[in-house]
C-alpha cells in the first residue's frame, strides 16, 4: 500500500536566508506512530508546518494520501490535524466554541455528539463552558488536541505534545493516542522525551541540523546501535582494576563491589568469554551479573555527537 | 466550496463585535452625534445651505463615509492581524480553505459590521436634521462597495504589519486626513485653486461625492466616475491580496 505521507527532496530556506531543512526524503506508514527526534532547531517544526501548509516548501514535494500538499491542498489538510508546539489559543473564546470552530473550518458540518466525545475523551467536558483564558496550561493543551481532532484527522500531528504537562495527564494522553492509533490513524509525534518516543513510537526519525539522517524501526534502532553493558557484583571489594584485564576499559564502582563492561552487540566478538576467563585467571569472584541494552536517549545523543 | 469554514470565520468575527460592542458600535455613534453637535448645529447656524440642502443634512453622508473607512479597516486589519500575534493563524492556515474562501469571511464579517453600523449612524442622523435619500438602491451600493473595498484594504494592512505601530499608521496617517480633505464636512467646489484640482486626486472625494448624490443628487464630480474609481480600488485591493495569498507573503514564507 502506498504510504501515507511521501517527502520527496524536501528544503526550506527561510527568508532570513536560514537554510532549516536540507533534502529530506522520508516516508510515513499507515497506521504507524513515527517519533520524530532532534535538537532544538532541528527543523522539526519546519517540516511539520511545510505538511500541513503552514509553511511553504523551497524545493521539493510532500503527498498525502496520494495527493501533492499544493495542487490538493483541499484534500491533504482535511486529512490532517495538527497541535501546535506553542501554546496558541483564543483567550475569550469557550471550550466548546473554539473546538466547534475548528470543525466547522475543516469543512464539516457540526457534530455536537463528536465534541462532546473528544472533550470527555480529553477530561474537558466539565470545562466545555469556561473562556480558554481561564484554564491552565495543561488544560489549554488539552483544547488544542481537542480542536485537531475536531474535524476527525486520518493524520495527526503533535509538535511536542507533552511539554509542560505532568505525569498523569501525559499518561492520559498517551492512551488518547494509542486509541487513536487503534481506530487506524497515523501519528507523528516529537518529543524531548524519549522514554515516550521508545514507549510510544513504531519507528524513529532522527533530525538534526536539518538533515533527517536516520530512520529506523524503534526496535531494530535499539539493537543495531545499541550498546550493551554488563555489570558484575563482586564477592569482595576491589581496590583497583588489574592491570591483567587493562584490555577491557572496564570501570569500578566507588564502593569497589561492582565491575562494567561495555560492548558493541553487533560486534563479531563481544568479548564476554575472554573477560570471564581473565577475571577467574585474576582471582576475582563474582555474585551476580546482569546485563543493560542501552536507552534510546543514550543513542540518540551519541548520534548527534558523531554528526557535530 | 468549504462553506462551513467561511461560516465559521464569518461568525467568529461578528461574535468579536458582540463581545466589544461598546466599542464597535456605541463609540462611533456617539462621536457622530459630536460631530452633528459641533459642525451641524454651532458651525451649520452660521453656513445656512450648500447648494441648496442644509448644511447638518450636507454632512450625514460624508460623516457616514468617515465611519465606515475608518471602522472598515480597524476591523479588517485587526481581524487577520491579531491571530497572526497570538499565532492561532496556524489553524486558519492549515485548514482547508482557499484565499477566496478566507476573504469571504473576514473582508464579509468586516464589512457587514461597517455597513450596520453605517446604518445605526444614518438613523442617528435622522434624529438631528432632515433626511431624505434620493436614491435608496444607490446609497446601499455606494456603502456595500465602500465597505468591502475598505475591509479589504484593511486586511492587506493587516498582513503587512508586523507590529501595533503598524497597524495604526496608516488609518492615522493617510486614511484620516484624506478623509477630512475629501469634502467630508465642504464641498470641493469651495477650495480655491489650486486645492480643487489637488482634491481631485484624493480618491475619497470620489466616495463621498458619489454617496452624497444618492441622497441629494448634488455631487462634486459625475456618479459614473464616483463608481468607477469605488470599483477600481475594490479591485486593486483583491489584487494585492490574491497576490499575497499566491506568494504567502508575510503568512506561509
Ligand atoms: N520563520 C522563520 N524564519 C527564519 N528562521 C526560522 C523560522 N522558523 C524557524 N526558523 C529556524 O529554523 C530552524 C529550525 O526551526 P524549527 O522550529 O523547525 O526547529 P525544531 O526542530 O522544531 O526545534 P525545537 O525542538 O526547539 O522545537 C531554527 O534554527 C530556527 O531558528
Ligand atoms: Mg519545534
Known amino acids: 500500500m502506498r504510504p501515507i505521507i511521501e517527502i520527496a527532496g524536501l528544503s526550506k530556506t527561510y527568508a532570513s536566508g536560514f537554510n532549516a531543512l536540507k533534502q529530506v526524503n522520508l516516508d510515513i506508514h499507515r497506521g504507524e506512530i513515527f517519533a520524530l527526534l532532534g535538537p532544538n532547531g532541528a527543523g522539526k517544526t519546519t517540516l511539520i508546518s511545510i505538511i500541513c501548509g503552514i509553511v511553504n516548501p523551497s524545493t521539493g514535494t510532500v503527498h498525502v494520501d496520494g495527493h501533492e500538499i499544493r495542487r490538493d491542498f483541499r484534500a491533504t489538510r482535511s486529512l490532517i490535524g495538527l497541535v501546535p ?8 473564546e469557550s471550550v466548546w466554541a473554539t473546538v466547534s470552530f475548528s470543525r466547522g473550518l475543516f469543512g464539516l458540518p457540526p457534530d455536537p455528539a463528536h465534541i462532546e466525545k473528544v472533550l470527555k475523551d480529553l477530561s474537558l467536558w466539565d470545562k466545555k463552558d469556561n473562556r480558554i483564558m481561564t484554564l491552565s496550561g495543561g488544560m489549554k493543551r488539552r483544547v488544542l488536541i481537542a480542536k485537531a481532532l475536531s474535524h476527525e484527522p486520518r493524520v495527526l500531528f503533535l509538535d511536542e505534545p507533552t511539554a509542560g504537562v505532568d505525569v498523569s495527564l501525559r499518561k492520559d494522553m498517551w492512551e488518547v493516542v494509542r486509541k487513536l492509533r487503534e481506530s487506524g490513524v497515523t501519528i507523528i509525534l516529537t518529543t524531548h522525551y524519549l522514554e515516550e518516543a521508545e514507549e510510544m513510537a513504531d519507528r524513529i526519525g532522527v533530525i538534526t541540523k536539518g538533515e533527517l539522517i536516520l530512520v529506523e524501526e524503534k526496535a531494530a534502532l535499539i539493537t543495531k546501535l545499541g550498546k550493551k553493558q554488563l555489570s558484575l557484583h563482586l564477592h569482595e571489594r576491589l581496590a583497583e582494576v588489574p592491570v591483567t584485564l587493562a584490555a577491557f576499559s572496564l570501570t569500578l564502582s566507588p564502593d569497589g563491589m561492582e565491575l562494567t563492561y561495555t560492548y558493541d552487540i553487533q560486534a563479531e566478538r563481544t568479548g564476554i568469554t575472554g573477560l570471564l576467563r581473565a577475571l577467574a585467571d585474576a582471582g576475582i569472584r563474582f555474585r551476580d551479573l546482569n546485563t543493560k541494552q542501552s536507552s534510546l536517549e543514550e543513542i540518540f545523543v551519541d548520534l548527534v555527537r558523531q554528526k557535530q | 466550496m468549504n462553506y462551513h469554514g467561511m461560516k465559521a470565520i464569518y461568525r467568529f468575527e461578528m461574535a468579536r463585535t458582540g463581545r466589544t460592542l461598546m466599542q464597535s458600535i456605541v463609540s462611533p455613534v456617539i462621536s457622530t452625534s459630536l460631530y452633528f453637535v459641533v459642525f451641524g448645529a454651532a458651525i451649520g447656524s452660521r453656513i445656512t445651505e450648500i447648494e441648496g440642502v442644509s448644511y447638518g443634512a450636507f454632512i450625514v453622508p460624508g460623516l457616514i463615509m468617515l465611519t465606515l473607512l475608518t471602522q472598515s479597516i480597524s476591523n479588517a486589519s485587526f481581524g487577520i492581524y491579531f ?31 461597517s455597513i450596520i453600523l453605517g446604518l445605526i449612524i444614518l438613523a442617528t442622523a435622522g434624529f438631528f436634521v432632515p433626511l431624505q435619500v434620493a436614491h435608496p438602491f444607490w446609497m446601499l451600493a455606494f456603502l456595500v462597495l465602500t465597505s468591502v473595498a475598505f475591509s479589504l484594504f484593511g486586511f492587506i494592512i493587516g498582513l503587512w504589519a508586523d507590529g501595533f505601530e503598524k497597524l ?12 477630512f480633505l475629501g469634502g467630508t464636512f465642504y464641498s470641493i467646489s469651495v477650495l480655491p ?61
Not at chain 2, 94 to 106: H, N, R, T
Not at chain 2, 169 to 179: A, E, G, Q, R
Request: proline share 5%; hydrophobic share 50%; net charge neutral.
Open chain 2, 168 to 179: 495604526q499608521i496608516i488609518p492615522l496617517l493617510i486614511v484620516t486626513p484624506l478623509t
Open chain 2, 193 to 253: 485653486a489650486p486645492w480643487d484640482t489637488i482634491a481631485l486626486f484624493n480618491p475619497v472625494v470620489y466616495l463621498v461625492s458619489g454617496f452624497r448624490w444618492s441622497f441629494y443628487e448634488v455631487a462634486d464630480v459625475s456618479v459614473a466616475v464616483s463608481l468607477s474609481v469605488t470599483v477600481a480600488f475594490l479591485l486593486g485591493c483583491l489584487g494585492v491580496v490574491g497576490w499575497m495569498f499566491k506568494t504567502g507573503y508575510r503568512l506561509r514564507n
Open chain 1, 85 to 92: 508546539q506553542e501554546l496558541t489559543t483564543d483567550a475569550f
Open chain 2, 83 to 113: 491571530p497572526r500575534f497570538t499565532g492561532t493563524i496556524y489553524e486558519l492556515l492549515s485548514a482547508p480553505l482557499s484565499f477566496v474562501e478566507v476573504l469571504v469571511g473576514y473582508v464579509g464579517a468586516a464589512a457587514s459590521k
